[in-house]
């Protein structure tokens, strides 16, 4: 591995294995948002895609909605059939540009607050935990 290989790994906080340097052993950082007190669905949730991503079993398709009438993009789970065939399962919708601002962000005490503004975003962060503390142990 490069000096600029390393430096890159480092960065990413990735470790390479020795037989293998196309190989990355990821350590992730698993962050939770949530006004709950115990949520530990999204802590395997979360664990449940960086696996995924790890095994290379993620893939993005460009799916027909049956509700909506319009093709929409999703994650889906990818294996492959005995024949060596992709199986694909849905796992999670993408939002849309044009969605983002329907969606409201926990402040971890119960409230909700609108990420994309920023003075309502500024001030939902003075009172809130550190990102340290939004980590799944």
């Known amino acids: 591995m490069d000096n600029e290989q390393t430096l890159l790994a480092e960065q990413l906080e990735i470790e390479f294995k020795e037989d293998n340097v196309d190989a990355p052993l990821l350590k992730p950082t698993l962050y939770k948002f949530t006004n709950k007190a115990e949520a530990p669905h999204l802590d395997n949730l979360l664990a449940m895609f960086y696996q995924g991503i790890y095994d290379n079993t993620?893939?993005?398709?460009?799916?027909?909605?049956?509700?909506?009438?319009?093709?929409?993009?999703?994650?889906v789970g990818v294996q492959a059939d005995e024949d060596g065939k992709p199986v694909c399962f849905p796992l999670a919708r993408l939002m849309r540009a044009e969605d983002v601002p329907n969606f409201l962000a926990p402040d971890g005490k119960g409230e909700y607050f609108d990420p994309c503004n920023p003075t309502e975003s500024a001030v939902a962060r003075q009172g809130m935990k550190s990102i340290v503390e939004a980590t799944v142990e």
């Not at 993620?58 to 994650?75: H, K, P, T, V, Y």
Request: hydrophobic content about 50%.
């Open 58 to 75: 993620i893939g993005i398709m460009d799916a027909f909605n049956l509700e909506s009438q319009q093709e929409e993009m999703i994650l």
